[in-house]
């Protein structure tokens, strides 16, 4: 009678496709996924069947469910320097230091006389103050010089990196600067159309309206 | 566990035995390798965002230099989004064709009668379609021929904008009062982009209509 053979081998399993799998999903999500950003509020932005991506280039202006306004502009360099400016028309002087952690933020809801201090808070802290919002109304119109401002230095800035690009002899991709604003559904449209009447005055007329998409199937 | 297994040393102690080369496993143990890939793996997932934010693009009419130069509306309709109900939590949707009659008009014609509707399937959806069936039919024509490749992808697209665009095609406007929400807002318009309309604005209330609607709600 043959005996039953125990393999006196090794017990260890080959882990080397184990390896490969979880590497190669590791280098999938590196690849397609960009990095949270925490924001100053959440927004839940209402549902559309809409299926067109956000730009890059965007100024993003956000409103709360309870009205307040909320400024961003995507690059840094363009951010340091709108800071700059706005610092100059409000006459509130930043240090370098100021600027650069300035660059680095997101979203941010507080008037420019409560922006220094806002800005040299730790990031766990900045979370936990209650943003007043931008003002936006015609007396202090923050936002609207925010959004000019941003506007300029975009604009500013696509044009060093054309001529840059230029000099180099290559060509360069011009894309135009977007004005977005992301809503929460709960949020009264009055005060969305004060945000959109702040556009409207400086004559911005086309907007992105930031949507989910919506789950299952209409029509 | 994480040792080299590195066999017996070797063999060649027997008489009958030939020299034989080293025996020696050339395996690692990938264990720590494998934690660690999905220990990464773990983390990109938790942080990253993957689909970028979807939007939906939107005009809005730039003011008139002179209110002579407003185009008269050939076939409009009119939605007014508001809140009703208990503490003004549900959502309001009225309708109406044509012009607006307030009380006591110059032309003498009856008050113009607020419809009420829904967000649902069976309510705009189905209104929507009804009132822009000319414009649907024309599109789903267009769609044939292009299916057929009578015609090519950039003029299908032109005369599909073209057809929307017409003179007598269904003009819809969306008023809200100050109780409505952005989420209505944004539902609305999104229906209006299911249901193949091209002409829509995002106006204010009138006096007269906001008294009518006052009105109903109160009943």
Request: hydrophobic share 35%.
């Amino acid at each position: 009678m043959p005996k039953i053979k125990i393999s006196k081998g090794n017990p260890a399993l080959d882990m080397t496709p184990m390896v490969d799998l979880a590497f190669l999903l590791v280098t999938f999500f590196m690849l397609t996924a960009s990095v949270r950003v925490s924001e100053p509020v959440i927004v839940d932005s209402p549902s559309s069947t809409s299926e067109k991506l956000l730009p890059d280039n965007v100024i993003l202006i956000t409103v709360d469910n309870t009205g307040k306004a909320f400024y961003n502009i995507n690059n840094f360099d363009v951010r340091k320097k709108t800071l700059e400016k706005m610092g100059q028309q409000y006459k509130i002087t930043f240090t370098e230091k100021e600027k650069e952690r300035f660059g680095k933020m997101t979203s941010f809801g507080v008037p420019m006389t409560q922006l220094k201090q806002y800005i040299n808070m730790d990031d766990p802290q900045r979370l936990k103050v209650k943003s007043p919002g931008v003002p936006l109304d015609s007396l202090h119109n923050e936002l609207g010089d925010w959004i000019q401002f941003g506007r300029i230095e975009a604009a500013r800035q696509a044009k060093t990196q054309k001529d840059k690009a230029e000099s180099l002899g290559r060509t360069f991709k011009y894309e135009p600067l977007r004005f977005a604003i992301k809503a929460d559904g709960e949020a009264n449209y009055i005060s969305v159309k004060q945000v959109i009447k702040v556009f409207t005055d400086k004559d911005i007329y086309r907007f992105n309206l930031i949507t989910n998409l919506e789950g299952g199937e209409k029509k | 566990m994480a040792e080299v297994n590195t066999g017996d040393g070797g063999g060649g102690h027997g008489k009958h035995e030939k020299k034989r080369a080293k025996k020696a496993s050339t395996r690692i143990d990938m264990t720590p390798m494998v934690d660690l890939a999905f220990l990464l793996l773990t983390f990109f997932v938790l942080t990253s965002t993957f689909n970028k934010a979807k939007t939906m693009e939107i005009n809005f009419p730039a003011k008139p230099k002179d209110l002579k130069d407003i185009p008269k509306i050939n076939n409009a309709l009119t939605f007014l989004l508001t809140r009703e109900g208990k503490n003004e939590k549900e959502d309001g949707i009225y309708y109406y064709y044509g012009e607006f009659y307030g009380p006591n008009n110059k032309d003498g014609k009856p008050v113009t009668t607020f419809i009420k509707t829904d967000f649902s399937k069976e309510g705009l959806h189905k209104i929507l379609l009804d009132r822009n069936k000319s414009t649907i039919e024309a599109l789903d024509k267009l769609e044939e021929r292009y299916k057929k490749n009578e015609i090519v992808d950039t003029t299908y697209k032109r005369l599909a904008i073209a057809e929307k665009g017409k003179k007598d095609a269904l003009t819809v406007l969306v008023k809200s009062d100050d109780k409505a929400v952005y989420k209505n807002v944004v539902d609305a318009i999104d229906e209006l982009n299911v249901c193949n309309v091209g002409k829509y604005a995002i106006v204010d209330m009138g006096q007269g209509e906001l008294d009518i609607l006052n009105a109903i709600k109160k009943k």
